[in-house]
């Protein structure tokens, strides 16, 4: 089982030294042992306040994180297994409102076990406070970053966790909608962690103890320095244009043209990765989503890796460019990809819909949006990151209807005019800018 920390050793762990202040709260006065007269309520009350030292259930102050200001919310799971009654509704409310008028970004620490059956509905409808408040500070333009501790689980996962716009999980944490008292006897214990929200995309990143404060204090930072815009990158790979639509083919299909990675590693002083779609897939394979630093600003990106981009790599795409849009960071695309994966899963998977919401995003982001060709620029899976009037092309790419191959299947040509076909298509870069498909072809960095 990992370290249980309590509300006051999570504050010291992520806020800077002497910064914590405590936000104060009116206290309601509960009926004897509570709304529902629970017989040993006040008991059980008075044992957990001896016991941890909190009237409550969370403390709620304002602190610095690595040098960024923000809202901490952090849950005492020694009272009452951290559970969700009035009183914790009114902290909450208060945390979030306290935000959205001071501009701060809200990171909630969270350890709970549900909502307080001693106060019984009027405790669960404490979740549609929490989501009301979480949603008035989406529209606000704020981030909200949340730290999963051990357990997470029922409605405090549902709302604060699973709703933040980046989640973070201490490793080995209990993490699920359903807590280990409830779930079904034969349940798989390993789908309740945090390793396991990871791997089908609900959590960003699992962080040690020791550099979690270090992390956090980089997401407050990305998340609240935006850009104004964003030029595209310059070219890494070859330069020189290519003399035929084949050539083109063949040199952004070379193995050793730089890919996305080299592309994000030398445009970010530093960057940080969100990781999957939020409905129980990932496709790291294929798209890399997250925010960088670039001239001390921030940008967003998503960026295809040059194989076939699942249906959760386009959700996660869709996902990064509306908070980017709702944050009001600017968002590179980097298009590189033979086309969108088609097997018989993707098109389980939902790939026709998972495409649609890129095109969609892209379409209404409110934010500058730059698209670069690094590579192959296969068909509709690859349109659907490319800017409308705003994509650029490197040397050592192209830009195609169709692949050059299936485009001769269909037509029922020989497989010796594949290359003929390509030159038809008119896919080099210099062919898209005379086009006007693309604004321009990028340069190399100065020697």
């Not at 009116?26 to 001896?50: F, H, N, T, V």
């Not at 992390?215 to 003399?243: C, E, H, I």
């Not at 600017?330 to 095109?359: M, S």
Request: glycine share 12%.
């Amino acid at each position: 089982m990992p370290e249980r920390r309590s509300a006051r050793e999570m504050l010291t762990l992520v806020a800077d030294q002497d910064t914590f202040g405590e936000f104060t709260s009116s206290r309601s006065e509960l009926k004897p042992d509570g709304p529902l007269g629970w017989q040993g309520y006040d008991a059980s009350r008075a044992r957990a306040a001896e016991r941890t030292g909190e009237e409550e259930s969370v403390v709620c102050g304002t602190a610095r994180v690595d040098g960024t200001p923000a809202v901490l919310i952090a849950f005492e799971f020694g009272f009452l297994g951290g559970s969700l009654g009035e009183r914790t509704g009114d902290r909450l409310e208060a945390a979030y409102t306290h935000a959205r008028a001071h501009r701060l970004p809200v990171v909630p620490l969270i350890a709970t076990g549900g909502s307080r059956m001693q106060e019984g509905m009027l405790a669960l409808s404490q979740l549609q406070r929490v989501a009301r408040q979480s949603a008035l500070t989406r529209e606000a333009g704020l981030p909200q970053i949340a730290v999963l501790r051990d357990p997470t689980t029922g409605g405090g996962w549902a709302t604060l966790g699973a709703g933040a716009d980046v989640v973070l999980a201490l490793p080995g944490a209990q993490v699920g909608f359903a807590g280990s008292r409830v779930r079904p006897a034969d349940a798989d214990p390993s789908a309740y962690t945090a390793e396991s929200q990871l791997a089908v995309g609900s959590v960003d990143a699992v962080v040690d103890p020791g550099e979690l404060k270090g992390v956090l204090g980089s997401w407050l930072r990305l998340l609240m320095t935006p850009a104004t815009d964003v030029s595209p990158p310059r070219a890494l790979g070859r330069a020189g244009l290519p003399a035929t639509g084949w050539d083109a083919v063949q040199r952004a299909r070379a193995a050793e043209r730089p890919r996305a990675q080299a592309y994000l590693d030398a445009f970010f002083a530093h960057r940080r990765d969100i990781g999957g779609d939020r409905c129980g897939g990932t496709d790291p394979g294929g798209m890399l989503c997250g925010f960088g630093e670039r001239d001390g600003r921030t940008v967003a990106y998503a960026a295809q890796t040059g194989a076939a981009t699942r249906p959760a790599g386009y959700r996660t795409a869709a996902r990064l460019i509306r908070l980017a849009d709702r944050l009001d960071i600017p968002v590179l695309t980097l298009v590189d990809t033979p086309g969108a994966a088609n097997d018989a899963e993707a098109e389980r998977q939902g790939a026709g819909a998972a495409i649609a919401e890129v095109f969609g995003a892209v379409a209404s982001a409110r934010v500058p949006v730059t698209t670069l060709v690094i590579g192959e620029g296969g068909s509709g899976g690859a349109l659907a990151l490319a800017a409308p009037g705003n994509t650029w092309a490197t040397p050592d790419s192209y830009f195609s209807v169709i692949a050059p191959e299936l485009a001769a299947a269909i037509l029922k040509r020989p497989g010796e005019a594949v290359e003929a076909t390509a030159g038809q298509l008119r896919i080099r870069p210099q062919d898209l800018v005379a086009l006007g498909v693309i604004r321009g072809i990028v340069d190399h960095p100065q020697p």
